[in-house]
């Protein structure tokens, strides 16, 4: 398997998820099985019960056992690989090695010169994550030398180089590799490889002080993980742009704006460990504009969540170092003194504590293969005691059979337990599946079943009225006085209107409902929206003698889709004309509260029950009423204003009773600026 090489110095273990019912499947094939197909089965017991290293060593081992029982030489070697994978994935790295070179000689044996890359790759990858870097590199070097026809894994390769060079400070032999991996992810169109590279070429020229250059590349890296919706590369990306324009004195306030950006998307991943990294950052660019009180704060604050998320010796060795510049800056040569002498003390910590860290990983290489030593005399050493076993077989075996039945008498029983419960399990999450399910089901129902209602009644009434009036006009013009023509005429333009409002909210929710309707959030001026909502209901409004009053700055301004907040606008306005009487009052107001704006539509009309209330905007409900002039309503039409207020990450609700009007409430995001 290919390792995922990584990014910015963070370290991640990606383990494979094992797959129970898979896992299942194969422990059943094998009850059945031959031990030459077994032995195939373990390999693949081995690794999907990867997350759990005990149980994928120990079907690796199985696996190994009986390939080089039935001469199965491509099964034994892989089987080693495994172990040795087991041990990667388990963070041994140290233990993972041998079993890697191990591996070598075989694989070359079989001119399986995949797997000897992985291999390779994998030696390179084990000693890197032991702070070995000059180690690592040579067998990245020969793993480079057996892929070169492969470009996506002579890039990654390259990538892994680069990343040995950064750690090691060798930043710009880092560069020189990484560069080369661009090419190649450039050339295969890889764009978030080649983001990852952008990345870690900026992070070098940061190392070498080439601030211009460091920037440049960032940028770019920015750009693609924002353009491909990646949230955790791209929040990494924003603090590192943070961090270069704290360098540059004209950027400050956009060194801020990248560093509250970052931390937005790390707080909605989850990642709130990060914040101790982005109040550093805060620091560095308040002590850059002279803040020094609030500066000292931020790195008080990034000190606390540091040891809060146990975020280890760097981060506090700089918090240390930038409180001594700060308080230095500000006069305080005391304060300087004593967080300087702190700066010093950790940091001499952090060299010991990597030199203690190399350390570690020798002995824990010694260890290994001293353990590999032993369990060779130990197999030696079977082997005599197996001849000496051989003069008393007959009394022994009866011994070990015994035994053998009670031990597997016993997996059995345990077998069996675990099943059911693991049964139990399944048939608890296929229940909660068949619920999730039925509700789903229910809502499309109800979907249906509003849509079907709509066309059966609400669209064939007003088109029955003007089939008849035109009816009645063609065949019999002249038998009807000019006053009946005109009224006619009347209730055919009113029931027309109803049909085309009626379409339109049919169309703007079957496009939704379809996922055709694409959300465009954009900065917009909330009174050209609502100027274009009531142009559109001005005549309507004046045939029943309402008046609209509006109360809103003419300044404000919305970040969202102006033809969905337009659609919302033009509904509830639509019903507040619908359902106010003649010489009626309806007040449209607007204002912001915090990061949102608030828009209300009341009206002084009939208003809503307390039980139709609670159902408004559920496609499921029954809820239809008539205008005060006998206006037609279908119910779609609130639906679509929630659907299109929620797309937007607003909220709406409605507040009435009986006979004194109604009010229809929703917010959304209002434009911060930049």
Same mark, same amino acid.
Not at 364 to 389: F, P
Not at 621 to 641: H, P, Q
């Given at each position: 398997?290919? #390792?995922?090489?990584?990014?910015?110095?963070?370290?991640?273990?990606?383990?494979?998820?094992?797959?129970?019912?898979?896992?299942?499947?194969?422990?059943?094939?094998? /009850?059945?099985?031959?031990?030459?197909?077994?032995?195939?089965?373990?390999?693949?017991?081995?690794?999907?019960?990867?997350?759990?290293?005990?149980?994928?060593?120990?079907?690796?081992?199985?696996?190994?056992?009986?390939?080089?029982?039935?001469?199965?030489?491509?099964?034994?070697?892989?089987?080693?690989?495994?172990?040795?994978?087991?041990?990667?994935?388990?963070?041994?790295?140290?233990?993972?090695?041998?079993?890697?070179?191990?591996?070598?000689?075989?694989?070359?044996?079989?001119?399986?010169?995949?797997?000897?890359?992985?291999?390779?790759?994998?030696?390179?990858?084990?000693?890197?994550?032991?702070?070995?870097?000059?180690?690592?590199?040579?067998?990245?070097?020969?793993?480079?030398?057996?892929? /070169?026809?492969?470009?996506?894994?002579?890039?990654?390769?390259?990538?892994?180089?680069?990343?040995?060079?950064?750690?090691?400070?060798?930043?710009?032999?880092?560069?020189?590799?990484?560069?080369?991996?661009?090419? +190649?992810?450039?050339?295969?169109?890889?764009?978030?490889?080649?983001?990852?590279?952008?990345?870690?070429?900026?992070?070098?020229? +940061?190392?070498?002080?080439?601030?211009?250059?460091?920037?440049?590349?960032?940028?770019?890296?920015?750009?693609?993980?924002?353009?491909?919706? *990646?949230?955790?590369?791209?929040?990494?990306?924003?603090?590192?742009?943070?961090?270069?324009?704290?360098?540059?004195?004209?950027?400050?306030? #956009?060194?801020?704006?990248?560093?509250?950006?970052?931390?937005?998307?790390?707080?909605?991943?989850?990642?709130?460990?990060? /914040?101790?990294?982005?109040?550093?950052?805060?620091?560095?660019?308040?002590?850059?504009?002279?803040?020094?009180?609030?500066?000292?704060?931020?790195?008080?604050?990034?000190?606390?969540?540091?040891?809060?998320?146990?975020?280890?010796?760097?981060?506090?060795?700089?918090?240390?170092?930038?409180?001594?510049?700060?308080?230095?800056?500000?006069?305080?040569?005391?304060?300087?003194?004593?967080?300087?002498?702190?700066?010093?003390?950790?940091?001499?910590?952090?060299?010991?504590?990597?030199?203690?860290?190399?350390?570690?990983?020798?002995? #824990?290489?010694?260890?290994?293969?001293?353990?590999?030593?032993?369990?060779?005399?130990?197999?030696?050493?079977?082997?005599?005691?197996?001849?000496?076993?051989?003069?008393?077989?007959?009394?022994?075996?009866?011994?070990?059979?015994?035994?053998?039945?009670?031990?597997?008498?016993?997996?059995?029983?345990?077998?069996?337990?675990?099943?059911?419960?693991?049964?139990?399990?399944?048939?608890?999450?296929?229940?909660?599946?068949?619920?999730?399910?039925?509700?789903?089901?229910?809502? +499309?129902?109800?979907?249906?079943?509003?849509?079907?209602?709509?066309?059966?009644?609400?669209?064939?009434?007003?088109?029955?009225?003007?089939?008849?009036?035109?009816?009645?006009?063609? !065949?019999?013009?002249?038998?009807?006085?000019?006053?009946?023509?005109?009224?006619?005429?009347?209730?055919?333009?009113?029931?027309?209107?109803?049909?085309?409002?009626?379409?339109?909210?049919?169309?703007?929710?079957?496009?939704?409902?379809?996922?055709?309707?694409?959300?465009?959030?954009?900065?917009?001026?909330?009174?050209?929206?609502?100027?274009?909502?009531?142009?559109?209901?001005?005549?309507?409004?004046?045939?029943?003698?309402?008046?609209?009053?509006?109360?809103?700055?003419?300044?404000?301004?919305?970040?969202?889709?102006?033809?969905?907040?337009?659609?919302?606008?033009?509904?509830?306005?639509?019903?507040?004309?619908?359902?106010?009487?003649?010489?009626?009052?309806?007040?449209?107001?607007?204002?912001?509260?915090?990061?949102?704006?608030?828009?209300?539509?009341?009206?002084?009309?009939?208003?809503?029950?307390?039980?139709?209330?609670?159902?408004?905007?559920?496609?499921?409900?029954?809820? *239809?009423?008539?205008?005060?002039?006998?206006?037609?309503?279908?119910?779609?039409?609130?639906?679509?204003?929630?659907?299109?207020?929620?797309?937007?990450?607003?909220?709406?609700?409605?507040?009435?009773?009986?006979?004194?009007?109604?009010?229809?409430?929703?917010?959304?995001?209002?434009? !911060?600026?930049?």
């Amino acid at each position: 398997m290919k #390792k995922l090489w990584l990014i910015v110095g963070i370290l991640f273990i990606v383990f494979i998820a094992s797959s129970q019912s898979k896992v299942d499947s194969l422990l059943r094939l094998c /009850e059945k099985a031959s031990e030459d197909q077994k032995s195939g089965l373990y390999l693949e017991l081995s690794f999907y019960s990867r997350n759990d290293s005990v149980k994928s060593n120990s079907y690796a081992r199985m696996a190994y056992n009986l390939a080089v029982k039935n001469n199965q030489a491509p099964e034994q070697v892989k089987a080693i690989y495994y172990l040795g994978e087991t041990a990667y994935y388990s963070q041994d790295f140290a233990g993972s090695i041998p079993y890697y070179e191990k591996a070598l000689p075989i694989f070359e044996q079989l001119k399986d010169s995949f797997q000897l890359t992985n291999c390779y790759s994998s030696i390179g990858l084990s000693y890197h994550f032991m702070t070995q870097g000059a180690k690592a590199i040579p067998y990245f070097i020969q793993a480079l030398k057996l892929q /070169e026809k492969d470009k996506e894994y002579t890039a990654e390769i390259l990538a892994n180089i680069a990343l040995v060079h950064a750690r090691m400070h060798n930043d710009k032999n880092a560069i020189v590799y990484y560069r080369k991996a661009v090419s +190649l992810n450039k050339a295969i169109n890889d764009s978030i490889s080649l983001a990852v590279d952008y990345n870690g070429i900026g992070d070098s020229f +940061l190392n070498l002080h080439q601030i211009d250059s460091s920037l440049v590349y960032y940028l770019k890296a920015h750009s693609i993980f924002k353009k491909k919706r *990646k949230a955790g590369y791209e929040a990494i990306a924003l603090a590192n742009l943070g961090t270069v324009y704290t360098n540059y004195p004209d950027s400050l306030d #956009k060194a801020t704006n990248a560093f509250n950006q970052a931390w937005i998307k790390f707080q909605k991943l989850g990642l709130n460990q990060y /914040e101790a990294d982005i109040k550093q950052g805060i620091g560095d660019v308040l002590s850059k504009q002279g803040k020094y009180i609030a500066a000292i704060t931020a790195y008080n604050e990034s000190l606390s969540l540091t040891d809060k998320y146990n975020r280890g010796f760097p981060l506090k060795t700089t918090n240390y170092k930038e409180l001594s510049k700060t308080y230095q800056k500000a006069g305080d040569y005391k304060s300087a003194l004593k967080y300087h002498i702190l700066y010093a003390q950790y940091n001499d910590s952090l060299v010991q504590k990597e030199k203690y860290e190399q350390i570690v990983n020798l002995e #824990k290489q010694y260890e290994t293969e001293k353990k590999e030593n032993e369990i060779v005399k130990l197999q030696a050493k079977q082997e005599l005691t197996d001849v000496q076993l051989r003069k008393n077989k007959q009394f022994k075996q009866l011994g070990f059979i015994t035994v053998a039945l009670l031990l597997c008498f016993l997996f059995f029983i345990l077998y069996k337990y675990f099943d059911k419960i693991k049964s139990n399990q399944v048939l608890e999450e296929k229940n909660e599946l068949i619920k999730q399910s039925e509700h789903e089901l229910r809502v +499309l129902n109800a979907a249906k079943n509003k849509f079907f209602s709509i066309i059966a009644h609400d669209l064939k009434n007003p088109l029955h009225t003007v089939l008849g009036y035109s009816y009645l006009l063609t !065949t019999d013009y002249d038998r009807f006085t000019e006053q009946e023509r005109r009224r006619f005429a009347k209730d055919i333009h009113h029931s027309t209107n109803n049909i085309f409002r009626l379409l339109q909210n049919l169309l703007e929710w079957s496009r939704s409902q379809t996922g055709k309707l694409t959300f465009t959030p954009l900065e917009i001026e909330f009174k050209r929206i609502l100027g274009n909502s009531i142009k559109v209901l001005h005549s309507v409004a004046e045939q029943k003698k309402i008046t609209i009053n509006l109360d809103y700055n003419e300044e404000l301004k919305m970040f969202a889709d102006p033809l969905m907040i337009e659609t919302v606008l033009r509904n509830l306005i639509n019903n507040a004309i619908k359902f106010t009487p003649e010489n009626g009052l309806i007040d449209i107001t607007a204002k912001q509260t915090g990061d949102e704006i608030e828009i209300c539509v009341h009206d002084n009309g009939i208003g809503i029950s307390e039980s139709d209330l609670s159902n408004l905007f559920r496609i499921d409900s029954k809820v *239809k009423r008539k205008g005060t002039n006998d206006e037609d309503g279908s119910g779609l039409g609130l639906i679509l204003c929630k659907e299109f207020v929620d797309k937007n990450h607003g909220t709406i609700w409605a507040e009435s009773a009986l006979g004194k009007g109604s009010s229809f409430t929703f917010t959304i995001p209002a434009h !911060t600026g930049t």
